[in-house]
Structure formats: structure tokens, C-alpha cells
């Protein structure tokens, strides 16, 4: 039986839009059901039903889709909010105290305390709160977790990664307001480049090591000097265990695309693997050759072989990598175990470790505990 | 409102079958009504049922398909054929002259005289019949093709394409059922390696350049001698308007994974693309510097805009190529002009060209006509 | 003991002639002492003593230095010839008859028939005819020599190379002298584009796999309508012990620079290696994984670490693949065994393929054979 | 007239000998014609002499070397210094005073003392002191340097360089004497991989920028427990005129070989350069696709184009980015203006540098002036 998917925000001509919608139609776990697809009710209601929603479930705004949803017998299993970042955490509180499973586009709050209620409040409700954080389920990105999470390098002694790219490094375009926000606190909040992509890469990190960031000292910079906002940040880290961790993200990288990059380095090899190329791992064993590994290969982790659908060297990209994100939750909204799938707890742990990387900045760089208070 | 579909082959477990329904599913156009999916008519049934479809539209075969949906107001709108290769000509006809439009997996036919069949049947229902060669529907392959049928190369001296992996390459696995087929006159007919690969690199030299193959030059090899059929084939072909033509394709190419890859040379630049990189073109104007051309760039034509889904550098893969053959279809059937969609005139000669490069390789490399009959 | 060397053609503002110096000279192992540089005798003299040749060595052409060296007892021990290449087969002849060493700037002669006559007068007069097919001195050139000739890969089935660039291309240019030329029979004989880079491909094939070509099928190509001879050709041959050959020839093909590349592909794997990034090869055994072999990296065999000059990943390129021949023949000399060195068999080879090929294109592809008389 | 040139350290096995003669040798500007090549007098003495140099000039160590030169009309023209680092300031600082041209391996002290010392006796004694940052004499690093000064890409407002590999990364390797020695204080001095490979990526950050490094925040890592100094280090740093930087260097990235690479953003583009392939760089103009550029392309400065061997596509390695700093030496001597030769002031800059990020990494990431006292 398919589920029934709701969604909010990612209405006619937003890019995320699409991409939840593919992700959750292309495996036919989910038919879409209820929307409030937009800040402008009637648009929202009239797309929703061009995209095949029974007019009755077509909502002109969140609450009107929380009232008419919670009382039905076919509500929806899933709501994904994908709406503007500072409205977050209002949305996902009220899905999951009324008893819904939500996925929530990062970041998840837009401040620590609002992190740690979503845990608490998705806790006691004892629902799915997941995040977004959807390069971690590209099949070669669980294979990685799988590799180092084994043992396969040893130790991880060091983990580099970089989300950089130049798409905001045009000053006569720093006025754009589709721009300009993520440098405005009014409306980004503490952080502008490292919130928006560095909590990424920061996320990647633990994911495939399975290490938590403890501390952290950060460089910002705002290269265009009317951004208030950072649109550089160098964050350096430290994970439990010991790990030493690197972290560059930039959106003035004029001539990267979308470089989203991690190196993980232990003490019996080091592995690679680049979002632009995403289905391959190189894997070099200490004192050995590099060897390129492949989505599709035969013998890989049982997670990597789920999540592909198709053969060796068919390159899947980014939507599927979204897609995989609503395989795993609809397994586990069947009750079926998924350890992969990014939560509440992570999405918190990126508002903490965005607030210890602005207090370093301002503090010269000074290391400060990166841990959600309720995790330390 | 949806489009009914339905599907004949790729049950369970088959590689293809996931892939056509992603592709016809991730975009929201269609609705799996009905299916014939196995050779084992309950599990047939099971499967597709399973899938959602309704029981009454569960069928056991393709005759039962056609039969039950025949006579419906909500008959299919489209039958997809994914079948072993010598039952497409069959069932493909007998759809078309049933009045379904038809998505056929290549390659179409076993015959030049059942590909003309399938031209004429098509052209007198006037039912689209589509085949997929998928790979000329990703949107970089688009743009190359916009550009270079409008000039930015000038006119094309000079195609060159290869369709080489490794796959078949262990001769200790040539007798493996699942890999010897192919190879077996009894069951893959004239041509092994370039009636399954070769023939996506020849169309793809028409799609892009718009200059039909007039005639090949074919050296075939078996290079584990138990093959009847070529593993390894090098054709050279002209094109009308003497462009020149040279494809390789091989299946004992160890080490290359599924390297299809097309460069096309006129006299004022040259153009690359590799379908393990599918997002990028490679594009030198003569006498200057080589661009990295990106999927989702500013500026480009509106076919690879408009089958693009996620933003620059986010990567899409080959089953967003299918989706994107499927999206065509869709506007086809809804009466939308679609200039880039693979149809029966391409499947046809493709098998004209198979036959002429066998005729070639056995007449020591010369030179034979590979236009269908009915197009000369 | 420094060795003495003389260099005939390689005057000022040549691209050969500081190649030829810089890997003369790279390693200490000679000295210029004597040349004739330059078609202009005053300008040659000139420039040869501003190289620092003494004035009673620096001669005014090739006949005037045969003479004033074939007396001397500290004549040069070698002799290069750079000159035109319709000129290579009176000089080379000239000097293997006078004792000296050569080493013969490709091609060798125009003919076959003066090929055989250099391999004759080189085996009577027991003297190194060697010929710069430099390509084949790349450290990892020699290691996959090394490694395929040593079972590595198993029985080799197929060799596929390529040797294109776009530096033709430009139909405004083609009647600068600089390119006119090589499509002029007058100038270049038989063959354009596969005499000048086809050959060094040809010749790659048998000097890694160590296999002879014995027959090819080729299919020629004027794509500027003015030339005469080819600018691309494509040769499929058959080597000894039944290998199949592909090799794609090209100055038209816009956007590569100097694309030589061959990749070899036996029973248990494949190799690839490419002139652009020639410290590296791609080595796939069959069923599992692509390894990046790295010039430098330990437990190469002793011809590939004996002709690279710096630590791992410090790249190494041309000049010093020129070099290396250059080391081969001081240590022929001095009368050390150098298996790796290019002869004039391979010269006289290379002009039996580049005629058979000619009269394969010029019979609508029929396979020639193209060993030299004298072995068959 | 060639110049007579002399060689300290060096010896037979070294690594760094062979890259220098071949360098000093290879454009025929200089011969060897003085040496004291190894601790070991009898041994350096005997080398020397089956390198060629005269018995008498064939010393047995640097003191033997100063008094036996400097008396000679025909004393060497430059003394290359390539003994144990902390070595380097005694001599260099000896041969300086008494007149003769230095070119001092990397670091070029152990102290900013020294370094403030070295500066003063060449500019008083008026003699060149190069130092070896060999990869800033790369034609495409000249060419990068031009680009970047004249402004192609605007005011740069970030640098991003990395000099990573992983060769000690190996635990179990690392009580080797050839590896210990770099993280041994008693050996190394203050630092380890910073001062080893870190001081390359900042002197090139300043080459190409024509901006100095004015403060630093480190943050240093000992990954393998036993060592003292730190194999992983990332440095932040500001330069004048407000650029940005961030400098990551690493012993123990297992499966990064030789990753030396420097990306440059300003307001009008981004380019980078990769020292593993150094014949390209990457130019993105804002707003536009990312550019090609090769070696030997037409319109390329005239450093770069003066510092190229061979043609376009033709790669060119190590050994002749540090035969492009004798090139330079040479004319330098000769009396002409290289602006790009690294100098003195450029070593003393890095032992600044070095010991600021000491004292930052201990001071907690604080941010330190890492100029020159002299300079300040």
C-alpha cells in the first residue's frame, strides 16, 4: 500500500519543490495527498490540485492542513516542510505533537533551543523527525559509512571537507534578493554560508565516521563587505574520539560549482568522495594503490545495493539521492530498522555546532564546545 | 490529469523494469493502470498487483493486455515493451494497430523488413511509436544537439563514438546463461556487441549531427573464440553531407565500466560528452580554449532546460534520462509537437545499420549501403 | 667519460632541436661536439658555437660534418638526424655506413624499400640505428610494457589507441606552409596524418604488447576539401597471435590537444596509459576494481624505476621521455643491454603499415598485409 | 659563455642531487665545475669526479669548498646549497660574503633571526640569494601571476591552497629515520609539515598575488601519537589589501600523492592550478564557464611562454620547474631583470610565517603578525 505524503511549501517555481516531489513519487512508496504548497493560499490550493490533490486537501496554509488532516482516517503519513527557514521549527513542532511523521528541510530550528525542543517534542511524540541532510544517502556515501564504520581505515585520525562554490560571488548581484538574504541576519539568522551549506559537510563528517564534533574554532569572513553574514568560513574540529576535522565552505569560490567534497583519513587508508561525481569512492590502503570504487560493484554493504536502482557506471544524481531519503522513511514509518536516515538529534547537533562556529569567529578563533547542552 | 500506462516485461527482479517505472512515475505524468509484467503469468500477476494495479488489469501476458485493455474508456495510454528482444516486433505491432501508443526497448526489431513493418504500421494508425534510446534525452546531450544543428561548429566533419565496457570480458563467466545469449545467433540474431551497445552510438551520431548514415565500413571480432557473435566491433560510417563516422564498441574493454562517450568535430569547434559524466560539455571553438559547458548554466537551449530538474552541478543520472523520454512522451500524447523524441524511423535504421556492418565485416570491410530500403 | 654527440638539423628557432638538446644533455652523459644545424650553413655554424661547438666542428651541413668527423679520433659517438624527413634516409644511411651511431627523427625513410636498405646497413656495419618514437621511454610506458609482456594481463586480445588532436583544424590555416605541407604529397609522400602521429601509435602497440601488426583495413579522410592526404584515418589491424587493433588518427579533431592514449585489454585485465598525464596507468584486473599505478610508487619493474628521475606524484614529462631515449643509447653504447630502444626494424615497420594502410584505404578498406618484405 | 656552477650536498642517493644537476644541466647555461656532495668527504670527492669535475675541485666539504673557490679566476658563478636544513643558514650566509650567488634549498633557516640575517648580507654584499620554492617557476604559475596582477580577476578576495600527502601516514613507518627526523624538534626545529610542505603553498599564495601574509591562525595536529611536531596543520591567514587565506598541509592524507594545488577568488573570476598537473590552469570568468588553459597555447605571457620547452599538450614536469629557477639564475647572473626568481626576503617571509602559526597553534588559534620584524 502506498503511503500518503503531504507536503508544505515547495510550490510552482521553487526548486525544492521538484526535487521532494520526485523523491517521493519515484519509487511509488508515496502518493502525494494533502499540500500548502504556497504563501499565497489560492496559488497553493490551485497547484495542488494541478499536481492531482483532491480539492478537499488542498490547504491554503499550514494550519489549515494541520486541522484538516489530523481528524482524517487517511491523513497523511508524511509531511515534509519545506518551507522558508525561520518558520521550521513552528511547522514540524505542531506536525509532530499532533501525531505526524515530518521531514523537515535543514536547517531544521534557527536557534539550539528551538533544536532541542524539536528532539524533546519528536521524542515524547514518538515520531520521525528527519532532516534533510540528503547527500548522506547517495549509495556510495553508505558504503563509505559502511567501509569506515568497519574498521575498514582504522582509526580516523582526520576528516577534510569543503562545501564551496562561487554563486555568490558576484558583486553586482549581492543586491539580489535571492541572494542578499543569506547575508542579512534579519533573515539568515547567525550564520549565512556555514548554516546554509556547511552544516552539510559538518553532518557528513559524523555520518560516515560515526565520530561527534566536539569543538570547534572558526575563520569567517564576508568577502563582499556589504554582507553582514559570512560567505567564507574555515571551521576546524575535533570529534570524539580524537579526530581531527576540517571544514571549508565558501559561496564566493568563483568557479566551483557546487563542491561539495570529503576525505576521510585513517590509519590504515584514506577514502574520497565528491558530490559533482557522486557515484565513486576512491580508496587508497596505506601503502597500497588507489582504487576507484564504483556504485553497482559487486560486494558492496547491503545499504549502498538498496539505495542504487540501477546497473554499474549508470550514474544516479542528486534527485535520487533525495529519493533514497523517502525509501528509508517509508521503510521506517513501516516499522522496518533504518539507521541511516538523518534526525532530529542531527539537525540539532548543526544549530549547535553553527552557534560554537560563530562564537569562535568572534572569540579569534577560539575553541568552543560545539555539543547541544542536552547531549553533553 | 495522469496518463494511463502499462507495461509489458520487467518483472521482478529485472534491472529493467525499476528503471521504466521510475521513469514514467518521477515525474507525475502517468499511473501504472495495467501490466503484464513476467513470463510466469501468476507471478505476473502477483508483481503488478503489488505494484498497485488493479487486479482486473493484472494480466498474465501480453494477448490478455491487449484483450482487456482494448475495449476500455481508460485504456492505456501508453504500453511499454520491455521484453526479450525477438517478441518486441510482435507485440509492438499488434499494439499500434490496436490504437496504443508504444514505447518499445531497443533494439526494435530483429529485422530490417519487421522494422519497416513497424514504420508503416505506426505511420497508418498514426500512433507514436517510440524506442529507448534513452540516452539521447539527457539535457547536455540535448544541448550539444541544439547547438550543433544550429551551427556553432559549422558543418560536422567528423563524429566519434565509442560504447565500450568490460562487462563480458571474463571468459570464465562466457558461459553464464545471463551473458552467452547475446553472443548466440539462435537468440540475439545477426549481431552481438553492436546490435546491443553500438547501435545507442549510432543514433546517437544522427540525433546530435541531424546527417542520416549512408553507408559502413564494419570490422567485427570475437575475441573469446566459444562467441559466434562479435564481441568487439570498429565501424566506420558517412553520413549525408560526408560527415565522417567512426565507432567503436566492445564488451571486453576491462576496466572501462559503460564508457559511451560521443565527440563531434566541424570546421569552427568540437564538442565531447561521456554519458559516466553525463551533466558536462566539452566545447572548443576552433583556435580557442576549451568551456565546461554545465547542465543547468544560464543560456541554455530550452530543450536542455526544460528536462533539467535540480539546479547547476547538482548531478542528474541515467534514470532521469528515461524519465526524461517518458516526459516527451507524455507531451506527445497530449498533442504537444516534440522534435527529440527516438521513434520507429530510428529503430528501423538502426537495424539497417546492424545489417549492412555484418555484410561489411563479412565482405573483408566494404563499403555497404546501411539506409533502410524504404528510405533510399 | 662524457660521450660525444652530434646533431644534424635542429637549427634555431626549431621545436625539435632543444628537445633533442635538453635530453641529450638532461642526465651528463654527452656533450654536443659537433653539429650541422641548420639548412642556412652560416646560420648554422653560427648557432652551433653559441651551444658552445668549437668553431672547427660547427658545420655547414651534414656531408661537410661526415667528413670532418670520420676522421677525427674523438669523433662524436652519436649522431642525431632532425632534419626533413625526405632527408633521414640519405643522412642516416651515410653515417651507419661511416661507423657512427644514429638516432633517426621519425619517419625514419619514405619508403619500405629504404627501410629495408637502414636495416641492412645498420646490421652490416653492426651499428645502433635508433628511432625517436619517444613515447615509448615514459616510465609508465616501460611499466606496462613490463607488465603486459610479463602475463600480467593474460593472451591480449585487443589493442585500442588513439592519436588525434584539433591543431589542423582550422580551414582558414590550412594554407600555411607550416600545415600545408604534410597533406602535400609532394612533401610528405603517401601519407598525411598517419605517417606524422599514427606511426608513434602503431608502433605503442607492438612495443607493449610485443605482438607485430600484421595486416590492417583502413578508412582514410580528406575532411578539409583542399588536402590531398588524410587528416583522419582510422586503422584496424590484426597483430601476431591474433590481437585485434584499433587505432584512430586525427588533426581535425578540435578540443584535443595531443589525445594520445592506448589502452590493452587481455584475458585477466586491462591498462590504460595517456600522453597528457603520463605518470600514471589505470590497471583493472577482470573483476575488480581500477588501481591508479603511479610513476614512482615502489615495486615498479627496474625499467620503469630507472627511467624516472623524481619521488612519486612529482610529475615527469616529454623532454625527459626524450631523455630517456637518450640514456638508453649512452648505455647501448658504452655496451650495456637496452631492449627498450626503438630500431630501425620499428622504423622500416612503421613505413610497411603506413604503405599497406594507404592501399588498404585506397581498396574500400580490404585487409593489407602489413609486414615489411624482408620479415616476412 | 656557460657559467661554472657548484654544488653543496647532493650526494649519490639523494633525492634532491639528481633534480638540481638535471636542472643546473639541462638549458646548457651552467657546468659542473665544483662540488663538496657529501658528509663523507672521500665519498663526495669521488662523486664529484665521476660527475666530471676537476680533482682539484672536487672538495670534501663546504669550508674546503669557500677557500678553495674563492680565490680562483674561474670560480663558480652560483653555489646551490642542498645540505640538512640546518645547515643552510652557516653556509649560505659563508658563500654570500665572500661573493658568490646562492640559490639555498627550502627552509632557508631555522630561525627568523637567521633569515633576517641572510637578507642583510645579500643585500650588502649585492649578490643573488634564491631559494627554491621550484613550483612558482611552473610556466602555467608564471602564467597564473600575470593573469592574477594584471587584474584579470579583480581585487583576489580569497586564496585556497593545499599541499597534502599522505607518505607518513603509515604508523607503523614511523620510527624510520627518514620519516622520525621531520617530527623530531631536535632535528625539524619548530615545526614539521608546515615548515616542510606548508611554506611552498604560502610563498606561492604570495607569488601569484603580489600580496604579503601579514597574520596567521594555526591549528596544528600530531596525528600519529609519537610525533612531537604536527603532520596536519591548517592555517588561516590574512595578506595586505584584506585577502583571505586558508592553507591546509598534511603527512598523513593516505591516498593524496603530491597535492599541491592553489585556488585564487576575486571579484571578477576564480583559477586554480594543481601541481600534479601542472601544465593546465583553470579560469572561470564570474558569471561564465570554466576555461582550459594549456601550456603553449598562443597568447600566453612571456614568462610563461619564455619558461616552456616543448609545444602545446606536451606535459612538462618537475625536473624543468626547477631548471625554469637555474634559467632565471643564469640570466639573473648574467645581468638581466627576473622579476620571479624567489628570493631571500621570500625565505625569511616563510620563517616568519612558521614560527606565527607555532605560536598561534599554541596560543589557541589565536590570530598572530607573521611578518618579518624587519618588514613590520
Known sequence: MK????????????????????????????????GALDHDADKGRAYAQRLGVAPDRAYGDWREMLAGERGRNDRVNLVTVATPNATHFEITKAFLEAGFHV??????????????????????AGRICAVNYCYSAYPMVREMRALVRSGQIGRVRLVVTNFSHGHHGDATDADNPRVRWRYDPAMAGVSGQFADCGIHALHMASFITGNEVETVSADFASTIPSRVLEDDAMVNFRMAGGT?????????????????????????????WASEQPNQVYYTPVGGRTQIMEKGEAGLSSDAARLSRVAIAHPEGFPLAVANIYVDLAAAIRGEARDGLPLAEDGLRSMAAVYAAVASARADGAWIDARPPIFR
Chains 1, 2, 3, 4 share one sequence.
Open 3 to 34: 503511503l500518503n505524503w503531504g507536503m508544505i511549501g515547495g510550490g510552482e517555481g521553487s526548486q525544492i519543490g521538484p526535487a521532494h516531489r520526485l523523491g517521493a513519487l519515484a519509487d511509488g512508496n508515496f502518493t502525494l495527498s494533502a
Open 103 to 124: 521531514l523537515c528541510e535543514k536547517p531544521m530550528t534557527m536557534t539550539v533551543e528551538e533544536g532541542e525542543e524539536i528532539v524533546r517534542v519528536a521524542r515524547a
Open 244 to 272: 581531527v576535522g576540517r571544514l571549508w565552505t565558501s559561496s564566493v569560490a568563483i568557479g566551483r560549482q557546487h563542491g561539495f567534497d570529503i576525505q576521510v583519513f585513517g590509519e590504515t587508508g584514506g577514502m574520497r
